[in-house]
């Protein structure tokens, strides 16, 4: 081989996409269900919409972007995470319309490029599904985003997923927060991983997500932003703990949930799934009530998620839930002989042409040959055509999983075939 595939990306092959189709529609579905209406934006964008959205000091600003200059010399960034240019879109094309009170609810799926280090689920071009409700300051919002996304695991078999809450509060609590933990800190911090000691001034709530095991006993006994929250952020908190409770919604206190941008604002979240090891986030998200204004905008409230679809599917492949099997699905034309050649290149075109997916053997090998190629083929019907049929002007139409066949005229076969697919 002269190439082969980059580090840190996979390819979805065939025998892998039902259960990613199944994943998108189920999510698309449920999307519908909630009144979110799709957005697909653009697979770059410019760098500094990142830098200024997520966070200059995050890991994700600092050492994970793909960012490039164009031939004009144009700074770009692959895009390393969804909802900034959700956000930007929104506000470029006036999405909220003449009502500054609309909620606007948007959904994509889309690919997310990181330069990080390869783990099982997370690679370098990862896909996400996201949700974002755009206009409303109100916690029942950000439980309509919680149980839409607990949806769709369990719609895909995922029964087990847990649901870690937190309220990392907003700017006018967070900062003596901030300065209680440095506090807390300050004496171990030359314990702590290099990452924590440049974290320690330049972003320390990013401490609280460090996954070192050293850092992660230091900080056990760190004050919690649950008990500083400020009487807004705590009644939000509290409005959103009993909504949930409402719904029937289980959840855990975690206050070590800070999502790793700085973006958001009061609710932080996260969903884990067992059997991924210590990596078993599958997805998350919370509110981030400035960042519209920080990109230019209104001061607009905000909430949304992103779910990780490859760490989904490990997720649903470790809870032991079936895959699905691709469908049976469209006709082969079977020709034998050289005078059924030509027509059945014609029936082909018909089928077709009436939507009907139908597939032929241009190596033209021994009909057993091409009802064996049509089977491993996964297709769910033969149409059969000999010199007897092109005589008599029918076809022989053999349901490839049941081996029953039968005569029927050729004029009849579309309408027939429409009505079994």
């Known amino acids: 081989m002269l190439y082969r595939i980059p580090r840190g990306v996979n390819d979805i092959l065939p025998d892998q996409i039902a259960a990613w189709q199944q994943a998108e529609a189920n999510f698309q579905k449920l999307c519908r269900l909630y009144n979110y209406e799709e957005v697909r934006t653009p697979i770059f964008e410019q760098t500094e919409l990142f830098v ?29 995470e969804g909802t900034a240019p959700v956000v930007r879109a929104y506000l470029e094309n006036s999405l909220q319309g003449q009502d500054p009170d609309r909620l606007v609810k948007l959904y994509y799926i889309a690919p997310i490029f990181r330069y990080d280090r390869p783990q099982a689920g997370r690679y370098r071009q990862h896909h996400q599904a996201g949700a974002e409700a755009i206009g409303s300051p109100e916690p029942e919002v950000d439980a309509e985003i919680i149980q839409l996304s607990l949806d769709f695991f369990a719609s895909l078999g995922l029964k087990e997923v847990t649901l870690l809450l937190n309220s ?24 702590m991983c290099s990452d924590c000691q440049r974290r320690y001034d330049a972003n320390p709530l990013r401490l609280l997500d460090c996954k070192n095991q050293t850092c992660r006993q230091i900080l056990e006994q760190a004050p919690s932003m649950l008990d500083m929250l400020c009487e807004e952020c705590a009644v939000h908190f509290d ?62 409230p905000a909430v949304g998620v992103g779910i990780g679809l490859e760490r989904t599917l490990i997720a649903q492949e470790a809870a032991g839930v079936a895959q ?31 939507g009907l997916p139908a597939e032929i053997d241009y190596r033209r ?57």
Request: glycine letters at 10%; hydrophobic letters at 35%; aromatic letters at 6%.
């Open 239 to 300: 409005t959103l703990k009993q909504t949930l409770d409402l719904l029937d919604i289980a959840y855990n206190i975690d206050p070590h949930i800070v999502r790793g941008l700085d973006y958001y604002t009061k609710t932080a979240f996260e969903f884990v799934a067992p059997g991924l090891g210590t990596q078993d986030s599958i997805g998350g998200g919370g509110r981030y009530d400035g960042l519209i204004e920080e990109c230019g905008g209104p001061p607009t």
């Open 52 to 80: 200024r959205a997520v966070g200059e000091d995050t890991d994700i600003v600092a050492k994970e972007m793909y960012t490039f200059e164009d031939r004009s010399a144009r700074s770009l960034t692959l895009r390393p």
């Open 168 to 191: 990392v509060g907003c700017p006018q609590c967070r900062p003596t927060y901030i300065k209680a933990l440095k506090r807390h800190i300050e004496p171990h911090l030359d314990e």
């Open 324 to 354: 699905p099997e691709p469908a049976r699905e469209g006709v082969f034309v079977v020709t034998i002989g050289a005078p059924a050649w030509p027509e059945g290149l014609k029936l082909l075109a018909q089928l077709r042409a009436a």
């Open 365 to 421: 090998r021994s009909v057993r040959a091409q009802l064996r190629y049509a089977d491993g083929e996964g297709c769910r019907w033969a149409a059969i055509l000999g010199e007897d049929e092109i005589r008599s002007q029918t076809v022989t139409l053999r349901n490839m999983v049941s081996g029953e066949q039968d005569s029927i005229r050729q004029s009849e076969l579309i309408d027939r075939l429409s009505a079994e697919l």
